[in-house]
């Protein structure tokens, strides 16, 4: 029973291993959305700055044609971008209820193991107490045999 127990508590661990580098990767995966998010703004930011500079100097229809649907592939760019967030928040809330419950799990194995070890603690101490009282009502029947 004890290796049993053993092994599950090692296999717990390592699930919870597994659970924390899922975990470490999925908030890394977010934390990399988000930077992408802010070098397009940025990027958005800067071309239409861009854009306000060379229409000081005049800009043919087509140029501003141009320029225009460039900033609208932007703005589309961007919008599919921000709609990817739920994604990337979502996974990183599952890998957390994940790892949550493999180390629960763990907790549950390391409880029972040391209840059992208590368990087998008292028994022992117990058993103890008895052959002590059995030897000690033994000596007394022997003195009082030898009286």
Do not use: P
């Not at 117990?126 to 033994?138: I, P, T, V």
């Amino acid at each position: 029973m004890d290796n049993a127990l053993d092994f599950l508590l090692e296999q717990a661990k390592d699930s919870e291993q597994q659970a924390v580098l899922a975990l470490n990767k999925a908030r890394s995966e977010l934390e990399d959305y988000y930077n992408q998010v802010r070098q397009i703004e940025q990027y958005r930011l800067d071309y239409c700055n861009q854009l306000v500079e060379r229409g000081k100097g005049g800009l043919t229809a087509s140029e501003y044609g141009h320029l225009n649907r460039f900033l609208t592939q932007l703005d589309e760019t961007l919008t599919k971008q921000k709609s990817a967030e739920s994604h990337f928040k979502q996974q990183v809330e599952d890998c957390q209820d994940y790892w949550h419950n493999t180390r629960k799990q763990r907790r549950s194995y390391e409880w029972l193991i040391d209840k059992k070890a208590t368990e087998k603690q008292l028994q022992e101490q117990r058993l103890e107490q008895k052959q002590m009282d059995e030897f000690s009502n033994l000596l007394f029947a022997r003195r009082r045999s030898a009286r």
